[in-house]
């Protein structure tokens, strides 16, 4: 059963960058012909996608970002990662890996805090 | 972008009750949206995909209909463990966008 555990630092301060993993397991990445990803949810409010990374190297990121989001894997730890830089308050939110569509982590909270 | 508008924004309804929520897309996505359950201080849980293809271990009240720009899910018969917020998400297209979500609540 496939699993997904995010990991990183819970308060980030503004203007630096916000680095989260988040690790597999139950299943290989690599192989696997769905997009690995990071959604978001600021408190109280919706879904927001942030990036996507399929095991081929592709690779998608939200507009809205504005060039912030990066997503890489590193597919023989069975583990991926987002990095988001020049974070405000605005960034902060629980942050979730997901294996579309149906895997999830439990979520991050992330403060964007001085 | 493809914007995806759920209606109502919040629902009430009692047990055994049937419930109806729509989801429109602002342009064409085929089939490709999925719905979410998401209950408070969990991770949304996916009920259905390819908007009618229910997620294995979902119970059978929970269906999903439309292609194109409208979709509805229903559930058949109200739960009490319904209560919840859904979201609908397109991913027919990058940017992935979700619609704004719909509380349901129990009477």
């Known amino acids: 059963h496939l699993q997904l555990q995010e990991s990183g630092p819970g308060l980030v301060r503004p203007s630096e960058t916000l680095s989260l993993s988040c690790s597999v397991s139950?299943?290989?990445?690599?192989?696997?012909?769905?997009?690995w990803g990071w959604i978001r949810q600021s408190p109280g409010q919706g879904l927001d996608w942030l990036a996507s990374?399929?095991?081929?190297?592709?690779?998608h990121y939200n507009p809205s970002l504005e060039g912030r989001v990066t997503i890489t894997a590193d597919m023989s730890a069975n583990q991926f990662s987002l990095r988001l830089s020049s974070v405000t308050a605005a960034d902060t939110a629980i942050y979730y890996c997901?294996?579309?569509?149906?895997?999830w982590g439990q979520g991050i909270l992330v403060t964007v805090s001085s | 972008d493809i914007q995806m508008t759920q209606s109502p924004a919040t629902l009430s309804a009692s047990v055994g009750d049937r419930v109806t929520i729509t989801c429109r897309a602002s342009?064409?996505?085929?089939?490709?949206l999925a719905w979410y359950q998401q209950k408070p201080g969990k991770a949304p849980k996916l009920l259905i995909y390819?908007?009618?293809t229910v997620e294995p271990g979902v119970p059978s009240r929970f269906s999903g209909r439309g292609s194109g720009t409208e979709f509805t899910l229903t559930i058949s018969s109200l739960q009490p463990d319904d209560s919840a917020t859904f979201y609908c998400?397109?991913?027919?297209?990058?940017?992935?966008?979700f619609g704004q979500g719909t509380k349901l609540e129990i009477k």
């Open positions: 997901v294996r579309e569509f149906g895997y």
């Open positions: 139950g299943g290989s990445m690599s192989g696997d012909t769905h997009y």
């Open positions: 990374l399929h095991y081929t190297g592709n690779t």
């Open positions: 342009e064409g996505i085929s089939g490709w």
């Open positions: 390819e908007a009618s």
């Open positions: 998400q397109q991913y027919h297209s990058f940017p992935y966008t």
